[in-house]
């Protein structure tokens, strides 16, 4: 392995006679390493802004949560889950449909109880910026809450259908792009129960590390006494929205993988015009008795030498570059959410970035070195 790396090197960096070839290395060099260096800065921002996404909705959203029946009540599997060491804090929540009135104005939405909110005066609520706008509300202000079995019952009665009255006790956004804001209220939850508008009832787990809700998903389903109940993740929660999220990220690692494709095809060129231009040398090495083993090293090492000074040049670049952004905020994003962009730099793509373009660097030089070994021994030394 010595000499084949001693020549492939040699032949690499020899630009006296072979410039225009040469030239052809250096742009798959620098194709690979800008290769490599965008495919990581644009995966990272799409796992900062999904992280960004999954923040934002888990303010509310729990990371798994159990749907309770007749048969099961919050109480009877609150013990059971502590033996999930992985959850690190269990809560009872409601939902439901209501109508808000606020003097002349009524709109639909959706009640949240939540175990945690303002035990000390549970007549308080909070709400989303967007339906706030729409029933021209602010903190301090008095509303009226009715679910449609209330409306039912007073219609069927006919009488005039008396609501439950809150105060307004803070005013929330999640995003622009969440119906939380445009239509959601949450509430304390006992407060809800006692005056019949809880709804469907949850149970509501909460993990250390978010991502890692499928396995845990996956155990709670194999229990015997929690089987029969519906649990859904934060991710079936908004499966849409994080399927959208996932196939981006993936499309963009692909399409951006695709220069690194490029950039091998390039080295393919550069190695094929260097075997046809060293033939008489091939010629020779072989009448000396080199093997045909050293022959094909020595070209598909200098494949692979572009490709891994690449590879690994343009993984740093990428790191340097999100780490950059990640701690200076180079791009800022004016009138948005987040003051710059957000990045989330995962070592995984790192190494998934460099080894791909290593590979296919390889890959390109499998056919040149190959060709150099049906060298004709006698032809080329003859026209020597």
Not at 60 to 88: A, C, F, S, V, W
Not at 137 to 153: A, E, F, H, Q
Not at 272 to 292: F, P, Y
Request: charged share 15%.
């Amino acid at each position: 392995m010595h000499i084949p790396f001693l020549l492939s090197r040699k032949y690499l960096f020899s630009i006296k006679h072979h410039s225009f070839i040469s030239f052809i290395n250096v742009l798959s060099f620098l194709g690979l390493l800008i290769g490599i260096a965008s495919l990581i800065c644009v995966t990272s921002i799409f796992n900062g802004f999904r992280l960004l996404v999954r923040d934002m909705l888990l303010t509310i959203d729990p990371h798994i949560r159990i749907t309770m029946n007749d048969e099961l009540k919050h109480g009877d599997i609150t013990e059971r889950l502590k033996y999930y060491t992985q959850t690190l804090k269990v809560q009872e929540s409601t939902s439901t449909k209501i109508i808000i009135n606020h003097k002349e104005i009524t709109q639909a939405g959706m009640m949240l109880g939540v175990q945690y909110f303002n035990a000390k005066e549970p007549n308080r609520v909070a709400i989303g910026i967007g339906l706030a706008d729409k029933l021209g509300v602010k903190i301090g202000d008095t509303i009226s809450l009715s679910t449609p079995s209330m409306l039912d019952i007073a219609i069927s009665g006919m009488t005039i259908p008396v609501g439950i009255r809150v105060i307004i006790d803070s005013v929330f956004q999640i995003s622009s792009g969440v119906q939380y804001d445009n239509s959601f209220l949450m509430g304390n939850i006992q407060f809800l129960l006692n005056n019949g508008i809880a709804g469907k009832k949850y149970t509501d787990l909460y993990i250390e590390h978010p991502d890692d809700v499928d396995g845990l998903k996956s155990s709670l389903q194999q229990d015997p006494l929690l089987q029969k109940l519906h649990i859904e993740t934060w991710k079936d929660l908004h499966k849409d929205l994080y399927s959208t999220m996932e196939f981006e990220r993936n499309m963009s690692f692909i399409i951006l993988g695709i220069i690194s494709f490029v950039s091998a095809f390039n080295i393919l060129i550069a190695m094929w015009m260097m075997v046809k231009s060293k033939l008489k040398d091939i010629a020779m090495l072989l009448s000396m008795g080199a093997n045909e083993k050293d022959i094909r090293w020595t070209f598909l090492l200098q494949g692979l030498i572009i490709g891994t000074m690449g590879s690994v040049l343009g993984g740093c670049v990428g790191t340097v570059l999100c780490y950059g952004q990640q701690y200076y905020g180079w791009i800022s994003l004016p009138n948005s959410i987040v003051p710059t962009m957000p990045i989330a730099l995962s070592y995984e793509i790192v190494c998934i970035s460099i080894i791909l373009g290593i590979v296919v660097s390889g890959i390109a030089g499998i056919y040149p070195s190959l060709l150099a070994t049906q060298t004709n021994i006698s032809e080329q030394l003859r026209q020597e």
